[in-house]
């Protein structure tokens, strides 16, 4: 057997036990999150409280008002579309909550409006919120039964526009004195699949199956720091400068490469766009940048 043959063979076995070893690591030292079922930037606070908060698109709103005790879920939601999705897979499989608060600045989506016109008016045989006035209010990932338990399992409090912190707990405070407890309207379990079961896959980089040298060349990535701009020379397979890129970051440069095709296999460009990344806040941080490297912090 060839040097080459073992050393691939080896490997193969060293990626099956770094997995085998993952897997068991995940399954007895973090013991998963029941709830809530979908992952987003958002707090958690006690689970059985009656009240959850959605501060739209005012994300400073959110962090000031941090996780707390009197309240469920807190978090922002910014589209009119997979935004309410995940809002409602999280509040439809906790029965306790019987009320939402909105509140914050309304995004330009307009997601206030079509939450309270898809607790009034429901969706339409599309799956698009009536009377929405959003951009694309279209729910297509949630089942109709999901609809409609959270259409009957939560109370609207309106309080879009409100930025202080006071008045939206008075109103956290007023819900929890009135809370009819939990829903029973066949409620949601929290392991349960929504409109379609979606393959989740645990993600890996393997050189020797995921690098193809690209035909059209290869890049060569510094920073000048005293120009203030990222220099990328471009050279053929044969190793001839073909030319020189200078840019202020990533997108300019990586969005020139790829519009005259000097890049032409997705590795390559999946690759300049990590690359370009980091070199992008080596810049702007004033760190070293060496590429194919780990950034150095000063």
Known sequence: MRLRDVKSAIYKIMVAMVGLLDRVHQRWFFKKQEWPVVPGQYYVGRKESPVAIC????????????????????????????????????????????????????????????????KQYGVDVKGRIIKSCGR????????????????????????????????????????????????????IPAGSGSAKAVESITCRHRESQDYKADPAGFFVIQID???????????????????????KN?????????????????????????????????LKHGWLYEQNKELIGS
């Not at 962090?63 to 009197?70: A, I, T, V």
């Not at 399992?153 to 405070?173: R, S, T």
């Not at 701009?229 to 397979?237: D, F, K, R, T």
């Open 225 to 247: 720091a005293q120009a203030c701009e990222i220099l990328v020379e471009h050279y053929s397979a044969e190793l001839e400068l073909l030319r020189v890129l200078h840019g």
């Open 136 to 187: 694309l209010p279209l729910l297509k990932n949630v089942t109709p039964e999901e609809i409609n338990n959270f259409r009957r399992q939560i109370e609207i409090i309106d309080l879009i526009g409100e930025e202080q912190i006071e008045a939206v707990m008075d109103e956290v405070i007023a819900a929890r004195e009135r809370n009819p407890g939990a829903f029973t309207g066949s409620p």
């Open 250 to 282: 990533a997108l300019e440069i990586y969005s020139t490469i790829i519009r005259n095709g000097w890049a032409t296999t997705l590795q390559h460009a999946g690759y300049l766009g990590r690359e370009l990344g980091k070199a992008e806040l080596a």
């Open 55 to 118: 501060t739209l698109s005012s994300l400073d709103l959110m962090r000031k008002m941090g996780p707390r005790e009197e309240i469920a879920i807190l978090g922002k939601t910014f589209t009119e579309n997979l935004g309410i999705e995940k809002m409602i897979r999280n509040i439809t499989t906790n029965p306790s909550i019987r009320f939402l608060i909105l509140c914050g600045k309304e995004s330009p989506h307009r997601v206030g409006q079509s939450i309270a016109a898809l």
